[in-house]
């Protein structure tokens, strides 16, 4: 449920008749219930990392007792993992780094006003949301201050779900897409996520930040990423808001699975295609009226955003 400092904080699940475990998606399905207990990792995992959202296998004290501490003893596989690279950032490396495993939702949290939304870092998360094969879903908040229109065109042709709310407004809605399902929630700060994950879960107490009436810009509040069980059934992780969301470790390969209706279009373009350059066979293809020439703006948008250079990836460098 969450990582400081080399201690992991476990939720031990409950046990049904005769102390069965419960099935796996009796466990995704419903709100669960159980101890927590606090864990450090066994040396014999080495170098193994250990993400919020993951399923292991403790030993030793796991009654869950004050100043009690079990070991983590094997990672379980995992069903996705969400990951960003730092091919954006000073030191570049380009290195994986584990976001969230096993989330089976990406909650892209974007403010329509104050701060204002950036597409390019939205299109960055749908490229990891591709690649971890976790379905992305865009949340709109504070659209009392702006019309969500623009900004969903934008996404309409890519099929994303999404969900627009105000200040004080309904949260039905993004209660029935979020229950029963394990959903990481990513975005700038300053968007409202915090307040969000406040209102989702009345004791999450989520420290709220607020936007530079000067520059615009949020500053951090949540400093890692946290499980939260859902009254209703299922699960948010909240993680800090993000700088960038590097993406050095997508294959072209990758993005393009995302359209498969312009799949068979590349067919004829050369070894190695960037499908950003003239020489890409898509633009005949879809001239050819075998596909909607809006898919193919953005799949290019996409790719371009994965191969941006920094100052693209930084857009929302100002609200990490």
């Known amino acids: 449920m969450a990582v400081d400092r080399g201690r992991y904080t476990c939720l031990v699940e409950s046990t049904g008749e005769k102390g069965r475990r419960r099935k796996k998606d009796q466990l995704e399905g419903a709100a669960m219930s159980g101890r927590v207990v606090v864990a450090m990792k066994a040396r014999e995992l080495g170098r193994k990392g250990i993400v919020v959202g993951d399923r292991v296998a403790l030993v030793g004290d796991v009654s869950g007792a004050s100043d ?13 993992m969400l990951r960003r ?7 570049t490396d380009g290195i994986e780094r584990p976001v969230v495993a096993n989330a089976d939702q990406l909650v892209i949290v974007t403010a329509l006003a104050d701060p204002p939304p950036r597409p390019r870092m939205i299109d960055r998360m749908l490229v990891a949301a ?18 969500p229109e623009e900004l969903v065109s934008l996404y309409r042709p890519l099929g994303v779900p999404y969900v627009v709310l105000q200040k004080g407004g309904i949260l039905e809605e993004v209660r029935e897409r979020l229950s029963g399902r394990i959903s990481v929630l990513v975005g700038h700060s300053g968007v409202g996520k915090s307040t969000l994950v406040n209102a989702l879960v009345p004791d999450a107490n989520r420290a709220v930040s607020h ?3 000067v520059t615009g810009r949020g500053r951090h509040t949540s ?18 808001g993000v700088r960038s969301f590097g993406l050095a470790h997508v294959s072209v390969e990758t993005v393009l699975a995302g359209f ?7 067919v004829g373009c050369p070894k190695g295609c960037s499908h950003l350059s003239e020489e890409c066979a898509l633009d005949a293809w879809v001239a050819a009226g075998h596909a909607d020439p809006v898919r193919l703006v953005s799949l290019r948008r996409l790719l371009a955003s994965r191969d941006g250079a920094p100052e693209d990836s930084r857009e929302g460098a100002s609200d990490g």
């Open 130 to 147: 591709f690649d971890a094969d976790i379905e992305p879903m865009l949340c709109l908040t504070k659209s009392d201050l702006a019309s």
């Open 260 to 266: 498969p209706d312009l799949i068979e279009g590349t």
């Open 85 to 91: 690279s730092a091919d954006d950032t000073d030191n």
């Open 211 to 213: 936007v530079n009436a």
């Open 68 to 80: 009690t501490l079990a070991r983590v003893v094997r990672v379980e596989p995992r069903t996705s």
């Open 223 to 240: 400093t890692s990423a946290v499980a939260l069980e859902l009254p209703e059934g299922g699960w948010i992780i909240d993680t800090p």
